[in-house]
Nanobody
């Protein structure tokens, strides 16, 4: 099984930044597509960023230009750099992994992930 361990959530003011980390173990990191999803109270789950096997990335319109997904193969870690945070970014954020070889844009749209982390709360105050 793939194990995902998240860290980096917290409470910040609007305009500040946070970096979420997701440590991956259980299989070869390079063999998995990965992404970040979020869910706020009263809202449907939203995929905000994805990275495919080849390293291409895709972002939801709501975070494009502010968030950046990246991976460090040496550390087996996935990151989500979140800049210029806004109150509407407040949500529970989940690291996710899958074994498909779809392009990043398809990962974002269809969310074909079968493993998730425990979730990390991000709260942004105005």
């Amino acid at each position: 099984q793939v194990l995902l361990v998240e860290s980096g959530g917290g409470s910040v003011q609007s305009g500040n930044s946070l970096r979420l980390s997701c440590a991956v173990s259980g299989s070869k990191y390079r063999n998995f597509c990965m992404g970040w999803t979020r869910q706020a109270p009263g809202k449907e789950r939203e995929a905000v960023a994805a990275i495919d096997y080849g390293g291409a990335t895709a972002y939801a319109d709501s975070v494009r230009g502010r968030f950046s997904i990246s991976q460090d193969d040496a550390k087996n870690t996935l990151y989500l750099e979140m800049n210029d945070l806004k109150p509407e970014d407040t949500a529970m954020y989940f690291c996710a992994a899958g074994d498909t070889q779809w392009p990043a844009s398809w990962l974002l749209l269809h969310q074909p992930f079968n493993s998730w982390g425990q979730g990390t709360q991000v709260t942004v105050s105005s």
